[in-house]
Nanobody, 113 residues
Framework: QVQLAESGGGLVQAGGSLRLSCVAS????????MGWYRQTPGTERELVAT?????YRNYKESVKGRFTISKDINTVYLQMNDLKPEDTAVYYC?????????WGQGTQVIVSA
């Protein structure tokens, strides 16, 4: 069973920055396109950013220019700058496409106005 582990969330003021991390494995990151997702209570989980094995990264329109997804051998990162209150959510990482791995606990991001 693959277990993804997200970390790096916290409470930050609007305009601040956070860097999220997701530990996976070298095998996963060398074979699967990965994504960062977020979810707020009562809403569906939404895709925020994706990073392929090779090639272009993609972003949800509302985070373009503020968020950057990257990876190293076994970790996927999400650098979040100029955070806004509407970025408040629980953030998860997983594969971009089905089949998904088991969802982790996520990491909570709270942005105060």
């Amino acid at each position: 069973q693959v277990q993804l582990a997200e970390s790096g969330g916290g409470l930050v003021q609007a305009g601040g920055s956070l860097r999220l991390s997701c530990v996976a494995s070298a095998e996963i990151l060398s074979n699967r396109e990965m994504g960062w997702y977020r979810q707020t209570p009562g809403t569906e989980r939404e895709l925020v950013a994706t990073i392929p094995v090779r090639g272009y990264r993609n972003y949800k329109e509302s985070v373009k220019g503020r968020f950057t997804i990257s990876k190293d051998i076994n970790t996927v990162y999400l650098q979040m700058n100029d955070l806004k209150p509407e970025d408040t959510a629980v953030y998860y990482c997983n594969t971009r496409y089905y089949p998904y791995f088991n969802w982790g606990q996520g990491t909570q991001v709270i942005v105060s106005a």
